[in-house]
């Protein structure tokens, strides 16, 4: 995991894991995020927490399409105290979206993953690779392929 530290540069251990159901219920009156997470029971939640300190720093929202051959992204938020200019950890966005690509490697969906943004962040996804398609984004391919080995280092896809 491609973790860095803003002010130093250094690397930070990140994990990502599944979150279940009753700590999507427990999210709900965490101040660290701004949306209700335990409305998000259909779709398959999964957490990056900082290693070193057990702090959970985002988490993204995924709902499989298998017979469109695609992972989509439901929803995807950065612990308050990591947005912005003030953050001290970068990447924790990049990191979440490449796992959604490698899930959908995995899959065998040639790394397909999609999502609607709202418009103002257009050009945020657009720095990953996205592209339009319709209303929604999507990448796949070498630039799902190129996300995973920039943010999720030599780990399989």
Excluded at 48 to 71: C, K, M, W, Y
Aim: glycine residues 8%; hydrophobic residues 40%.
């Amino acid at each position: 995991m491609k973790l860095i530290n803003i002010k130093t540069g250094a690397a930070i251990a990140g994990e990502i894991n599944s979150v279940s159901t009753s700590e999507r219920k427990a999210l709900k009156n965490n101040p660290g995020f701004t949306f209700d997470w335990s409305v998000e029971l259909d779709q398959e939640v999964y957490a990056l927490s900082d290693q070193e300190n057990e702090v959970l720093l985002g988490l993204i929202a995924l709902t499989d399409h298998p017979f469109e051959l695609r992972i989509h992204i439901d929803l995807i938020e950065s612990r308050k105290e990591q947005r912005g200019r003030y953050k001290t950890i970068g990447n924790i966005a990049a990191c979440l979206i490449a796992y959604a690509c490698r899930a959908a490697f995995k899959r065998g969906y040639g790394g397909f993953v999609s999502l609607l943004p709202k418009t103002q962040l257009i050009s945020y996804y657009e720095q990953y690779g996205f592209a339009r398609v319709g209303r929604l984004m999507a990448i796949s391919g070498k630039a799902a392929e190129s996300l995973i080995h920039k943010y999720l280092g030599d780990e399989e896809i």
